[in-house]
């Protein structure tokens, strides 16, 4: 008997990095040590005591059982105070703060709950799948917004046309950027708010990497402009913030009426978290953050040592102020990222992710994660630069 899938997901292929693993894994199986630079996992541990508030709290009896359904208000409340004291953000713990089950999960979610068949979803280009992904799966149109290195990898809002203008139901932001590690200035999201509010479009801002910032940036918040939570929601994480990225735990903020579309479909789909997670979570949030300045120095050392070693084999490379990613423009005369990675993979053992992974305009680049050990990029490094020297 055949079963045939769904037409909303008859067209999709697997996911690139479920496909890149299977690779990886036939690799390994013929013993090839394979330095894996392409998925942006964080390979740090969290800070000691939030595994000790997970474990200690996992060892008492009563912890076991379902939890609250969008979060506790003890982790809304850690969530809330994060906001006051990071960005002096004032949010409403019961009403504009939601658990996720990764970032990931609540802009998959979002899509569903907002936007009908025929409505236009303004998708940046490259950027993260799941932007494009959800949007077709809700039946949307995707409209791509070219994030091009000229103008700084920010899509150019008066280049949209009109009509398409008047349709979009929503926009799809990410500062820091994956993949290019761009940022956006606040003049930008100021600009982008008074856009929403004039075309009633919801801005999404996925913004997973605003703790992780080099040289003395520090990345904003949308929602510190008044205006913003009438138009926006962002979505955070506390898998890059706080190497928590296998505890599955993030947060929709902003925007109530959003948020409780929001609650209302995931009631349907999850029963929540596991409590030791959310006690992890809110000791996370609510200690001593001065250990991310530790960590974000390690990823600045990883930062510096493949810039450079890029720079030195010719590819064109921007250090990224912020995110765990390198985004690099091919060296001449290679141009298809995909046979590009390829060959390195198989070649060398190398694992970077080919920039058409992320859209039409992300063709000619790589992007290199700096979430694996430094003396394995150090390593990575070496045998890139002795592949490209002897083709």
Known sequence: MMFKPADRIASFKP????QLNQKINELRAKNVDVIRLDMGSPDLPPAPFII?????????HDTHGYTQMGGSLAFKQAVADYYQHRFGVSLEPQSEI??????????FNLAQVILNPGDVSLVPDPAYPVYSSASIIAGAEVYPLPLLEENDFLPDLDRIPEEVRKKAKVI???????????????????KLVDFALKYHILIANDAPYMDICYDGYQAPSILQIPEARQVAVEFNSLSKTYNMAGWRL????GNPQVIKYLHTYKSQADSAHFQPVID??????????SWLEERNAI????????????????FEVTPPPAAIYVWAKLPSPHQNSVEFCNRLLEET???TTPGIVYGKYGEGYLRISLGTPTERIEEAMKRLKNWLGKR
């Open 250 to 253: 993030g947060m929709a903020v």
């Open 52 to 60: 000790e508030a997970l474990v200690s709290s996992a060892r008492r």
């Open 172 to 190: 799809w932001i990410n500062y820091p950027n994956n993949p290019t590690g761009a940022i956006a200035p606040m003049e930008f999201y100021e």
């Open 98 to 107: 939601l658990a996720l089950i990764g970032s990931k999960e609540g802009l």
């Open 299 to 314: 990823y600045l050392q990883r930062r510096d040592l493949i810039v450079s070693t890029l720079r030195e084999i010719g």
């Open 15 to 18: 996911y690139f990095f479920a």
């Open 349 to 351: 053992g190398v694992s």
């Open 280 to 289: 992890g979570a809110i000791a996370a949030l609510s200690g001593d953050q």
